[in-house]
């Protein structure tokens, strides 16, 4: 098994948390793994992507231009990597943040409503969790358990009270992204 994994959107979404914390998981499951952020100088507001590479065997390079999977949680994104999923690959995007759907064919398009399903429960900080339990419904790449673990790692202490709320988001995620 090996998946190539883009994770793309606005600097503040979760976007890198999301891919540490989805490289971690494949660590603690001894599985190689890559974790490649990129993000323009802004802090939150401005681009940002991350590349993860979760595989049984041994990794190559984390460079790619092709992707397996794309998570792309804004329009400029979606301009910029929905071309670049492999035929047969899968894009989840979150319809918050596109205006203009994903139009390819030759691909598996998902729609996920986390930053809205965020906001409806009130744990709009999860929004990044409610797009990775949406993932690891289609990918399951790693194991709850293993994201969890994660979680108590990447996190600092005083926010670990958070983590059955990461949790529950986790499942929101996978109740509710939808083929397109």
Known sequence: ????????????????????????????????????????????GGTANVTVIVSDERISSPILSQYDTAIILNQPSLAKFENKVKPGGILIYDGYGIIEPPTRKDIQIYRID??????????????????????????????????????????????????????????????IIKPQ
């Open 1 to 44: 098994m090996k998946q190539e994994i883009i994770i793309a959107g606005f600097g503040g979404q979760g976007v890198l948390s999301m891919g540490k914390i989805l490289a971690y998981s494949g660590l603690m499951e001894n599985k190689e793994v890559t974790w490649m952020p990129a993000y323009g100088p802004e802090q939150r």
């Open 114 to 175: 986390a930053m809205d399903a965020a906001n409806e429960r009130g744990i709009a900080k999860t929004f990044n969790m409610i797009v990775l339990g949406g993932l690891l419904k289609l990918r399951p790449v790693v194991a709850i358990e293993s994201v969890l673990k994660a979680l108590r790692k990447t996190l600092p202490e005083r926010h670990h009270h958070l983590i059955p709320v990461n949790e529950e988001a986790i499942h929101i995620g996978m109740e």
